[in-house]
């Protein structure tokens, strides 16, 4: 029996807590590394009021009011409000943290997870489930801003715009990997770039603006290929408007190089032809709207990955939608702690952070709504909006109190008393309404802020 299997979740979550708090005392002393994620090994050597396990448990607390306020409350929760920092300290202190800080951190909690939760782990056929995707977040409208990420622009002008991505373990609820970039930057190369770092045994899941020859080349000739299931549109190429009219539902076609992955693969340093070709399994099926969807992938088999199974795997990518969704309409992504560029990237990485505590301290309670769902007509989840507010200064103590233990199993018991039905077979029409530029929050009607 592995280790994981006779530990409980709870014991596995504190596992990764350990793991994240030692990373944190090895940037306090070891210079090397402090001088990596700050700019310099002298920074955060000294004793203040606002030392550098305080600063990263502040940033990570959901910073979305006056900053006065925050910094109060932030104190005051922590027993001492008569030694409260200024804005102005603060805001000293955090432009000497890089918000490489925040990703090496989230990166530290994935890896643990994976390492420590063994049978815990949720997979499909051995793979480790995940989607990418990426989005658009409105910035705080300045020069400095517009300058770097650039703008999206219209007959009002432009507005500061970023381009976030993420990668999402969609049964584990787990951010893999995310990062903000300028607008203007491809999802497609990004992706290009990312494609070395996918775990050997992950299956990614793509929408229909990332299937290209170039991506598709990269992810099957790694040492070891990596498994991946895109939509495509139905005029992709000649093969697959071919695939579409005829009565085949699966069939495995070879891809001819074109310019454009001819171009972009020698941009990194790769060599291929016309005459280079890779092996694609392409599967259709009709929705129940009946419209017709094509998947490409590199599961050739097709007794062991059915056309069932394709069409549930594309349509399980929808959890990072929603996971998107969250982070922006409840965990209010967009809602910005500071104006400068820094200020941006260090609240979208520890934002990444905060959620994926959050989603491991809510395995916690599977248990628990497992008892409650065979009890009752519906079933029953974590109210998510809820726990945000719930988190709000305790995340600080998961990495100061001398027994965290006693933190993550109060957070658990917050969370399991705000559960709310699982009502199925919902649907509304999607709205797109405009978006207001100013940088307020919006109020949702099914939920009201709860940080």
Not at 225 to 242: A, E
Not at 391 to 402: G, P
Request: a positive charge; charged letters at 25%.
């Amino acid at each position: 029996m592995s280790k994981s299997s006779s530990l409980s979740i709870t014991q596995l979550n504190l596992m990764v807590i350990e793991a994240l708090r030692g990373f944190l005392d090895k940037v306090i002393s070891d210079g090397e590394l402090r001088k990596l994620v700050t700019g310099s090994e002298n920074n955060f050597t000294r004793s203040r009021k606002l030392p550098l396990h305080l600063l990263v448990g502040f940033i990570l607390n959901l910073v979305k009011r006056s900053l006065s306020v925050e910094i109060h409350d932030f104190f005051d929760s922590l027993g001492k409000g008569s030694l409260t920092c200024t804005k102005s300290a603060f805001c000293q202190h955090r432009a000497k943290l890089l918000p490489l800080f925040f990703q090496m951190w989230n990166q530290v909690l994935v890896d643990n997870f994976y390492k420590n939760y063994g049978k815990h782990i949720k997979r499909w056929k051995a793979f480790r489930l995940q989607a990418v995707d990426g989005s658009t977040a409105y910035l705080l409208d300045n020069e400095k801003v517009k300058a770097h990420f650039g703008t999206q622009d219209n007959q009002f002008g432009g507005f500061a715009m970023g381009r976030v991505m993420q990668i999402f373990d969609v049964l584990n609820h787990l951010i893999v990997w995310g990062d903000i970039s300028g607008i203007k930057e491809s999802e497609q190369s990004v992706m290009a770039e990312m494609v070395s770092k996918l775990s050997e045994d992950s299956l990614t899941l793509f929408d229909r603006g990332y299937p290209s020859f170039a991506l598709m080349y990269l992810l099957i000739n790694k040492p070891i290929p990596s498994s991946f299931l895109m939509r495509c549109t139905l005029g992709f190429n000649n093969i697959v408007s071919d695939f579409v009219k005829s009565g085949k539902s699966s069939k495995i076609v070879e891809f001819a190089a074109t310019e454009s992955a001819i171009e972009f693969l020698l941009k990194m340093g790769i060599v291929i032809t016309k005459k280079t070709t890779i092996k694609i399994r392409m599967v259709k099926f009709k929705l129940p709207s009946g419209i017709t969807e094509v998947l490409l992938t590199n599961l050739y088999d097709e007794k062991l990955y059915t056309l069932g199974n394709m069409k549930h795997l594309y349509g399980l990518r929808w959890g990072i939608e929603t996971n998107y969704y969250i982070q922006k309409n409840q965990q209010q992504m967009e809602q910005l702690s500071g104006h400068r560029i820094i200020c941006i990237q260090q609240d979208y990485l520890a934002g990444l952070l905060t959620a994926n505590l959050q989603s491991l301290i809510e395995k916690q309670s599977d248990k628990y709504l497992k008892q409650i769902n065979e009890k009752r007509k519906l079933d029953y989840k974590i109210n998510r909006n809820v726990s945000w507010g719930v988190m709000k200064n305790q995340i600080v103590q998961l990495f100061i109190a001398k027994k965290p233990k006693e933190i993550l199993v109060k957070l658990q018991n917050e969370f399991e008393r705000n559960i709310e039905a699982v009502r199925p077979d919902r649907s509304y029409p999607r709205k797109k309404k405009t978006k207001r530029l100013n940088g307020k929050y919006q109020t949702l009607t099914n939920y009201r802020r709860a940080v």
